[in-house]
């Protein structure tokens, strides 16, 4: 297999984008990577979108983008994993770049989801879960974290306020990300006393309804040295895992052993473990959900996430800061754009260009974005080149 | 690249499947093409299917279906590129095995059309059409359809009775074909004399609302000769071409760039042409589609397609037979199944193991699997290892 780069990163401001639409967002996005990374081609695209469908009566999204683009005849691939849709997207992208089959791939995430109403939104998003095992029985998605969250608490005594602290710091990360959709302090007297939405759940551990994109270009490792405006940087591993799908066929309630899975694939390419890590971007889809992913990772000990995060461990300026950019929390979570929101952030941060929000000697990240309660999940590994 | 070759295939029944649910109709082929590839293992697995969100609700299909088939954590990715979403999923398992990523890699497709009403029905396969430019005005694909039907007519003198002809050859393949959902003979009396749906097109010359699986089992060629129950069919060539996706965008109505593109593409790959292949199965949506497919092919002269139809030479026992297995018209069109099924067909000629449909000294085969009007292409050609 080749090695693979990334040259080239894009993505809009998310938001409530009313005056735009699902196309002309994604279209910004993959223009801005294009121009980032200075190249005059591509030889095919991914591009990751959990529901066109549903949100926007939309599907066929490869041909329609390509075409959007003015890059018809190239191939366009749309590739789907709930939540996951971006990460996927961008692992597919490298494995084209990988096999030799293309050379200028990019690898796009899009959702627009506010074109809906409410009670259409959360059924779209419904169908990441099992729809004849628990959504037919009324559950919806912070239902389901609620009871991880539940579980969590009631084995290894995680409490309301570490739960809050993921809140906190995400949306202290995103007052100095310009492209957040909620770029607001918060206090964690203020997620404690948020409208609950399934307890312990409230309306501030919950991540918002976005409409957005983002897009990065990838090429095999000897072009992007040569042909780089930008400082290329190395995908050192690239890892997908699946779990149940249903939360009631898992072992362990608030263990995600997808996520643990494709991190122990990840390693393993890279030849490194968590404490080489310089920073992390992970799929904070509610605050409990952040404090799992961080225990599947490896970056705190299994039950003691909520301890963690409330220890300013993750903080910018702490150990291993998580969700520099603010997170799906704070940046926002348009489902089909967050895997490739995550790339773009993890680059732009080994290329030290992000400011106030920079990681200081910021030299290996990883990526985790997870599907539905995480019965699927893809971690990447990205490294100075 | 590592050659790539195909040891085991599935299918079972279609039709209007109303006692299975979405994922009883996929694991059946999953189990089968499994059990004859007689392999223990998967390592990785793709899904292709159009839009489970409008049809049955339920997204992130990869998670699903690996976690339905007890194989998790494997990774599960679910491929969409509306009615060529098969194709591109043994397209992507193709170059899952090709980079190296992965050795033993299961190419599915699956749709469960039927339990929505007719009008929803026709609601989600719009969606492969531009939501935007075609469907808010009213098209749905028999309409879209027929304006290229009455294009070619207009340009190429084709008639209404080579239309018949299409339906007519099909369904006589698919009698042959035990796994058909419409085994039926039809006559070209018929074909004209049934209900109108588009000027020019009637209720045959449509393909059907189906429900389905198919599946594949893809792995290096090496491990092909070692491992197999099955003589080894290898891919020869794999490509996807996009065009335009509404059809006010392209430069010619009747003329499917896509395919000639994708086509062109394949036989550069394979370093053959038209006159080499044994046989073919394209994506016969509409009678008019086959005509225009077997032209941009390459099987028949630019206009000559509605000629060379009527002519028997696309017929089994004539110089190029197209679709042997009965094709979407006669065998079904459950959208995300047809391009695996188109696979499974030309595998089992490959084999000589189809019986009374068999394509005599049957040595490489072509597969076209198209998305909408054909925005989206992707061809494959197999050849006995």
Redesign the interface.
């Known amino acids: 297999?080749r090695e693979v780069a990334v040259i080239g990163v894009g993505m809009n401001r998310w938001g409530e984008l009313w005056e735009k639409?699902h196309?002309t967002i994604w279209t910004e996005a993959a223009l801005e990577a294009i121009a980032d990374a200075g190249v005059d081609r591509v030889d095919?695209m991914y591009v990751g979108c959990?529901?066109?469908?549903?949100f926007?009566?939309?599907?066929?999204?490869?041909?329609?983008l390509?075409?959007q683009l003015g890059m018809?005849?190239?191939?366009?691939?749309?590739?789907?994993?709930?939540c996951a849709s971006g990460g996927?997207a961008f692992r597919?992208a490298c494995?084209?770049v990988?096999?030799?089959?293309h050379d200028i791939v990019l690898a796009t995430g899009v959702e627009k989801m506010t074109d809906v109403d409410g009670g259409a939104a959360t059924?779209?998003l419904?169908?990441?879960?099992?729809?004849?095992y628990e959504?037919y029985h009324g559950i919806t998605f912070p239902g389901l974290y609620a009871m991880m969250a539940r579980d969590h608490m009631h084995r290894h005594g995680t409490t309301r306020q570490q739960l809050a602290a993921v809140a906190v710091k995400n949306h202290a990360h995103g007052v100095l990300n310009p492209l957040a959709q909620f770029p607001m302090k918060v206090t964690a007297e203020q997620v404690m006393e948020s409208v609950m939405v399934a307890d312990p759940l409230r309306i501030l551990d919950c991540s918002p309804i976005t409409d957005g994109a983002a897009a990065a270009v990838v090429v095999p490792l000897d072009m992007a040295r040569q042909l780089s405006k930008q400082p290329p940087v190395r995908v050192a591993a690239s890892a997908?895992?699946?779990?149940?799908?249903a939360l009631h066929?898992r072992a362990d309630l608030s263990w995600l052993?997808?996520t643990a899975?494709a991190a122990e694939l990840a390693y393993k390419q890279a030849g490194v473990g968590p404490k080489d890590l310089s920073f992390c971007e992970v799929h904070d889809c509610f605050t409990i959900a952040e404090i799992m992913v961080i225990e599947a990772l490896g970056l705190a000990e299994r039950g003691k996430g909520g301890a963690a995060a409330a220890s300013g461990l993750t903080a910018l300026g702490g150990k291993i800061p998580v969700n520099p950019s603010g997170g799906l929390k704070s940046k926002g979570h348009p489902v089909g754009a967050t895997g490739v929101a995550q790339i773009r952030e993890t680059v732009l941060q080994l290329r030290g260009a992000c400011g106030q929000r920079q990681v200081k000697n910021a030299s290996r990240g990883l990526t985790q974005n997870m599907?539905?309660t995480g019965?699927?999940t893809v971690v990447h590994i990205l490294e100075r080149a």
């Open positions: 297999m639409s196309r095919a959990m529901s066109g469908g549903l926007v009566g939309q599907e066929h999204l490869g041909a329609m390509a075409d018809g005849p190239i191939p366009g691939t749309r590739v789907e994993s709930a996927l597919q494995l084209a990988a096999s030799g089959a059924y779209a419904s169908t990441a879960a099992d729809q004849e959504c997908h895992a699946t779990d149940a799908l066929d052993a997808s899975k599907g539905g019965a699927s």
